[in-house]
């Protein structure tokens, strides 16, 4: 199974919105509603973001919404901060009964 | 408050073999899944393998199958990855994650990561 596709970087300045896509296949994001997004700091472990394509953990900002169409699902985030630089990874389930993620993207905050 | 702590970091020899551990606590080791997920230096996120303590049911990533094995031990809460015979690309951070619950497909609780060095 190949990775999920995503833009390797975005940016954006400080109260801007921007989204990165995740492309995969029938086999996986589009075949279930198991999308899932993590983020992930220089030297940390990643951490959830958004879980069943659109829904977010407790304690994440509600400035970070997921949704999917198709094979595409996308991470939006609102009034960019300068804490949200970052990683950020897409994940799916897959029909193989395992996971696959995208490449990631990084965000910079101009 | 369910912790997943990690076995430190292990610097070793093409061609040796190595086993780093997850250990879980806070919750029924044998009820979840816990993953594996590698990350070569400066790349990206990339599934290995999962099993289920409760009965050792295990699936991996093609690109993993038959290089690793994960494995898992109850009575210590701990689940294990390891290598046969390491490679120079075998050097990565490996983490161990947790779904929230039996059924979700998502993962809420990591470990800090062990670094594997692998070097002659």
């Known amino acids: 199974q190949s990775a999920l596709t995503q833009p390797a970087s975005v940016s954006g300045s400080p109260g801007q919105s921007i989204t990165i896509s995740c492309t995969g296949t029938s086999s996986d994001v589009g075949g279930y509603n198991y999308v899932s997004w993590y983020q992930q700091h220089p030297g940390k472990a990643p951490k959830l973001m958004i879980y069943e394509v659109s829904n977010r953990p407790s304690g994440v900002s509600n400035r970070f919404s997921g949704s999917k169409s198709g094979n595409t699902a996308s991470l939006t985030i609102s009034g960019l901060q300068a804490e949200d630089e970052a990683d950020y990874y897409c994940?799916?389930?897959?029909?193989?009964?395992?996971?696959?993620f995208g490449g990631g993207t990084k965000l910079t905050v101009l | 408050e369910v912790q997943l702590v990690q076995s430190g970091a292990e610097v070793k020899k093409p061609g040796e073999s190595l086993k780093i551990s997850c250990k879980g606590s806070g919750y029924s080791f044998t009820s979840y899944w816990i993953g594996w997920v590698r990350q070569m230096p400066g790349k990206g996120l990339e599934w290995m393998g999962i099993i289920y303590p409760g009965d050792s049911d295990t699936r991996y990533s093609p690109s993993f199958q038959g290089q690793v094995t994960i494995s898992g031990d109850k009575s210590i809460s701990t689940a294990y990855l390891q290598w046969s015979s390491l490679k120079a690309s075998d050097t990565a951070m490996y983490y161990c994650a947790r779904p929230r619950y039996y059924g979700a497909y998502y993962f809420d609780y990591w470990g800090q990561g062990t670094l594997v060095t692998v070097s002659s």
């Open positions: 994940s799916s389930y897959t029909s193989s009964s395992t996971w696959v």
